[in-house]
């Protein structure tokens, strides 16, 4: 990267971490309550290199190779590795272990399947479940009412820890991920009331470059952001897309 490249990039941290602390400001929030992750798709390894030095929390991937690729570079350092993208259960062997946390576990099947491997591995693997809040048939995820089951399925598993929920609501015009956003909040109230053994409420991963602040004034305390860090992305890649 030039050394304009990384000036570009270190005021674009600035402005997505000011635009984060005014959306705590308003909701009467402290400004570290909401984490920021970078998400890094499509980005080469220097770029999150000199990403990894500047104002973000964590990382997060979609793609299960370049995730490896990164991760053997050493490029995020000391950052937290999330993983963020849809997994294929054939790829889980790869993430368990290289990612602190894996934020989209959208069916019961890939939930087993991680905890088996992370029992292989004689690990235990936090995850997220993915909730699919918009019920599109494009995306991955679990629909709202199938939570408690699922959660009930994760006790099984003293392999996992669950700790939150993450979502990616429809693609619409600005603002109108808000009830999306409120929708997922009481879900999440829900879950944490009835919270036991291995699963803790603790992350609510929503918004993204588009709407971050309306995200985090509903209640997020992860949000992931790509576009607004990076720039826009040269290859195009959907949210979410393997
Ligand atoms: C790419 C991606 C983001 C960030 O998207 P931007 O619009 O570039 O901020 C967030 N979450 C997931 C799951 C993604 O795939």
Redesign the pocket.
Known sequence: MTADQIKRMTERVARVRMEMERACRTAGRARGDVLL?A?S?TQDTETVRVAAALDIDLF?E?RVQELCEKYASGAYGAKPLHF??HLQTNKVRQVVGCADMI??IGSRRLLECVAAEAQKQGLRQDVLIEINIGAEASKSGIAPEELPALLECAHAFPSLQVRGL?A?PPAAAPGASRPFFAQLRTLFEQARAAQDGNVCMEYLSMG???D?ADAILEGANLV???????GA?NSP?????Q
């Open positions: 992750c998400a798709k997060g979609n963020i993208g934020e989209s993450m990616i993204m470059s588009a971050f992931r952001v790509g576009t607004a860090l990076f992305r890649a959907q949210p979410s897309g």
